[in-house]
């Protein structure tokens, strides 16, 4: 009896010791499994010096709360909501506060024409000789010293004038800026929102290719970058003829002097902005001539303003342009000199020529990838794009108000972050939905896509990848570290 008892006492003190040892064991495996995924995404070996790791703390703990915040209150959770019903509170956020003031580096995807908000460009309507084309269904507009001589329905009109009359100027002005953004109170299907965005940048454009407007826009839409922590950009552009007073257009080649210059001077204004660099672009739904024009246009530029050149791209919904291969022709050709710069996989589809232009992207040598947002998809390109640096251009805020996710949680920056694929954060075209020039995106990023455990190394990390994969020269980048 005795021989049993001490039998069973020993066997129970094994199992509790064996237990406890298995436990241990378990506990250890996963944690070490946990960690070797902290340490292989992105930002993720980078070592904080002691200043960096006291701000780091300090920021998981606010950034905890607020997450934690949502996974307890889900119907809360701002990030899985329309843009619109939550813009105006992010300011609010302790996390935006600190991510507001952080160096950002470069923002490598904005476009040109679409770094400034409504009300800027409302400010802009209230110039001398804007005249205005005005109904239901058209709005154009043109600065002149005289009747612009286009066709217009009704009647051309200084657009102060038909303010100066209106019953109502609050209620005019409200309804001009409603031509210069894709606000709207509920999301919207994919095909209505790009026709509104089409028809906003149609106007906008109109508004800004008077020289002296133009001018103006640009020095404001980089002193708002810089105000945000950005130190520099890469702008898409169409470099369209800019016009004055008398009618006179200027040569294209005229616009991309114009950005020198007013870069240039903003450089003497504010001496620790770095500069920008352009990339020219051509829309896709254009004929495989018209591209071989950019392309001989871009080939001018890098001859003749060569610290202004990145590369070239092609822009529109992708959905609905032609693919890649389209103009493969042109672009084969022009492979060697001109450094590419694709927007492609900006979309949900799969197996579709718009997710395939990545392939296309990758085989014609692109620097980097507008968007690839259909990567996740294709694990052979996802390696590839790992291998060779190919860094994805990701703008969170652009994929949510053009409706290609409406949580952002599911965004597939989720993923690229774990795999730390060479990411840059940019904000595409953030005038048009009235977001702060980087910051947002950061923000939204950063809180609402990353790991809970993604901290200030990711946050450094963006802004290190914004520098290392720009155009800029190594000299230059060097420089801007
Ligand atoms: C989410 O939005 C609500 C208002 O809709 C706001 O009170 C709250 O502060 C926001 N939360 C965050 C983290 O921005
Ligand atoms: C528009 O102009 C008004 C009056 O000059 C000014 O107070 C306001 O800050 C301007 N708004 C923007 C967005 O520039
Ligand atoms: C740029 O500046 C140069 C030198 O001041 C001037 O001659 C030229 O006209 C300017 N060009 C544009 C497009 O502003
Ligand atoms: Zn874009």
């Known amino acids: 009896m ?17 237990a406890s040892v298995i436990l241990e064991d378990y506990e250890r495996n996963r944690n070490s499994l946990l960690e070797e995924e902290n340490v292989h995404a ?18 998981k703990q606010l950034k905890e709360a607020e997450v934690d915040e949502s996974f307890k209150n889900p119907n809360r959770f701002n990030f899985s909501k329309h843009y619109f019903t939550y813009r105006d509170e992010i300011s609010n ?18 476009h040109g024409t679409l770094m400034l908000g409504a009300d800027y460009l409302l400010n802009l309507t209230y110039q001398d000789h804007l005249y205005t084309c005005y109904t239901d269904d058209v709005f154009e507009l043109q600065f002149s010293d005289a009747i612009p001589q286009r066709h217009c329905p009704v009647k051309w009109t200084l657009l102060t004038e038909l303010r100066r009359v209106s019953d109502d100027v609050k209620a005019f002005d409200a309804a001009i800026k409603q031509h210069f953004t894709i606000y709207s109170e509920a999301q919207e299907d994919i095909d209505i929102i790009w026709e509104r965005f089409e028809k906003a940048c149609y106007v906008i454009k109109s508004l800004i290719l008077y020289r002296p407007v133009r001018e103006k826009f640009l020095y404001d839409s980089l002193k708002r970058f810089y105000n945000d922590n950005v130190m520099y950009i890469e702008l898409r552009s169409g470099l369209h003829s800019l016009y004055e007073l008398d009618g006179t257009q200027h040569e294209r080649m005229y616009m991309v002097k114009l950005y020198q210059n007013i870069t240039k001077k903003f450089k003497q204004d504010y001496p620790d902005f770095i ?11 254009s004929d495989i001539e018209q591209i071989r024009q950019t392309l001989d246009f871009a080939r001018q530029i890098k001859r003749e303003v060569p610290e202004m050149f990145a590369g070239f791209d092609l822009v529109g919904q992708e959905d609905k342009g032609k693919p890649l291969v389209d ?45 690839g947002y259909a990567l996740t998809k294709h694990p052979t390109l996802m ?24 949580d952002v949680r599911n965004h597939p920056l989720a993923v690229f972050l774990a795999l730390d694929l060479p990411v840059v954060l940019s904000s595409d075209d953030p005038g048009v939905w009235g977001a702060e020039p980087l910051a947002h995106d950061f923000y939204i990023s950063f809180v609402g896509v990353a790991s809970k455990h993604a901290d200030l190394r990711t946050l450094k990390q963006l802004a290190l990848n914004s520098i290392k994969y720009s155009a800029l020269d190594n000299n230059e980048k060097e420089r801007s570290l």
């Open 2 to 18: 005795r021989t049993l008892i001490r039998n069973f006492f020993i066997c129970v003190v094994v199992t509790i010791i064996s």
């Open 42 to 59: 992105l930002g993720g070996k980078l070592q904080l010096d002691s200043e960096e790791a006291i701000l780091n703390k300090i920021l």
């Open 93 to 110: 956020s302790k996390v935006y506060q600190i991510i507001k003031r952080m160096p950002k580096g470069g923002a490598l995807h904005v």
């Open 275 to 285: 500069g920008i660099k352009l990339i020219v672009t051509k829309h896709r739904g």
């Open 327 to 371: 103009f493969l022709p042109a672009l084969l050709e022009a492979k060697e000199e001109i450094n590419f710069y694709f927007h492609c996989g900006e979309t949900n589809w799969f197996g579709m020529a718009t997710d395939e232009n990545l392939v296309d992207a990758v085989l014609l040598g692109s620097k980097r990838i507008g968007h």
């Open 383 to 406: 390696a590839t794009v790992y291998k060779k640096g190919i860094a994805v251009e990701v703008n969170v805020l652009s994929n949510a108000v053009l409706s290609l996710v409406h």
